[in-house]
């Protein structure tokens, strides 16, 4: 039973390029939520999404933050021109829908993106 | 809207004595509360979760927490502590038990066990 999956763990970019990451949600999980983590610092939510739908991105800056989850495949955080302080490590957790019976509230977390800008 | 404090980012203890790790909240509504672990360049694993049942929760690794209502308190503890708990805790709060309900993290509080 695989747990939630992110993908690449580490990625490098330089100041304008643009970074993706990718988050794929634990079997018959349909919630998927990003969160940053500065260094020295907590997680802090940005962003909530259902299959096709923002259900909640008040999060997210305002600029140069995307992000996505389609019908299929993973969910992806798009941050395009990116500096210096975008980095830091992207977690990806998800949930099951009320109702599917496991874990009240509860967030499954994958292991992170370390995005690294130079 | 809703927070969470942990008191003290750094808490050292030796190897075998009492974990204490403290984790005060403010919500509007009755909180669902969590304690999570992180180990270096690793995600967050669950510790345990408080949902409005019993008061005193037992997660893994030996590892409790007690909802105190009146404190606004979420304080975690763990009787011997072993070389292995040294990681980073995160306590955070959400509002609700449907999916959807988006956590928010205290800044965290390092575990140092000494030998």
């Known amino acids: 039973n695989a747990g939630v999956m992110q993908n690449p763990r580490h990625l490098v970019r330089r100041r304008g390029q643009e970074a993706r990451l990718r988050c794929s949600p634990m079997k018959g999980h349909s919630h998927v939520y990003w969160y940053r983590q500065l260094p020295e610092e907590g997680l802090k939510f940005m962003v909530y999404l259902q299959k096709e739908n923002i259900i909640d991105e008040s999060g997210m800056p305002k600029e140069r933050f995307s992000a996505e989850f389609p019908k299929e495949g993973p969910s992806i955080l798009r941050i395009q021109q990116v500096v210096r302080g975008d980095s830091a490590a992207y977690f990806c957790a998800s949930s099951p829908s009320p109702g599917q019976g496991q874990g009240a509230g509860e967030q499954f977390f994958g292991p992170g993106t370390r995005l690294t800008v130079l | 809207a809703q927070s969470v404090t942990q008191l003290g980012s750094h808490v050292s203890v030796s190897e075998g004595a009492l974990v204490l790790l403290r984790c005060n909240y403010s919500?509007?509504?009755?909180?669902?509360l969590f304690w999570y672990v992180q180990y270096p360049n690793q995600g967050l694993q669950l510790l345990l979760k408080?949902?409005?049942?019993?008061?005193l929760v037992k997660g893994i690794n030996g590892f409790e927490a007690e909802f105190k209502k009146s404190e606004t308190s979420f304080h975690l503890t763990k009787p011997s502590a072993h070389m292995r708990d040294a990681a980073e805790y995160f306590c955070a709060v959400s509002d609700g038990e449907t999916s959807g309900s988006r956590l928010t993290f205290g800044e965290g509080t390092q575990l140092t066990v000494n030998p």
């Open positions: 919500s509007s509504v009755p909180p669902y």
């Open positions: 408080y949902t409005s049942a019993a008061t």
